[in-house]
């Protein structure tokens, strides 16, 4: 099991990055190994409701089933896959900070099928992205006009 945690803060208000963050159909604007994302159960998001995620890593693509395990409105969502190339857990916590939102998330994940023989690289790459995507949702909440 490899696991590790970033943590950035946005200089924007909790609910916006919580409302940003939280639209799947934006993901692929902000995160580079996401293609598409959207929720595959009826009903608003909650513990329990499911999500469809199709990405690249590596050069391949993969399509990943997950599971909404954790929901706490403008504090906390988790999801888990289960299905796909990787075993992933995604914790990410919101908290506000003096001048924005402090975004720490951990993730969690085992890697199968071709994805574990490549493991060591798959976990750098997978690293990196999620990096990049940090940068990619500060920068663009960043340059939206603060709400009044």
């Known amino acids: 099991m490899n696991e590790f945690e970033l943590t950035i803060t946005i200089e924007r208000p909790i609910e916006a990055v919580w409302t940003y963050s939280q639209d799947l159909s934006r993901y692929p604007e902000w995160n580079p190994g996401v293609i598409a994302a959207r929720q595959t159960s009826p009903g608003p998001m909650q513990v329990g409701a499911t999500l469809a995620f199709t990405g690249k890593l590596l050069g391949r693509s993969y399509e990943s089933q997950a599971e909404c395990t954790a929901y706490i409105p403008m504090e906390r969502f ?8 990787f075993l992933l857990e995604v914790d990410t916590r919101l908290e506000p900070v003096d001048g924005g939102t402090k975004m720490t998330s951990t993730y969690r994940g085992e890697s199968r099928g071709f994805m574990k023989l490549a493991e060591p690289v798959a976990v750098r790459v997978a690293r990196k ?11 663009l909440l960043e340059s939206e006009p603060v709400p009044e």
């Open 129 to 139: 992205q999620f990096e990049a995507a940090n940068e990619n949702l500060k920068a």
């Open 78 to 85: 988790t999801s888990r896959s289960t299905s796909g190339p």
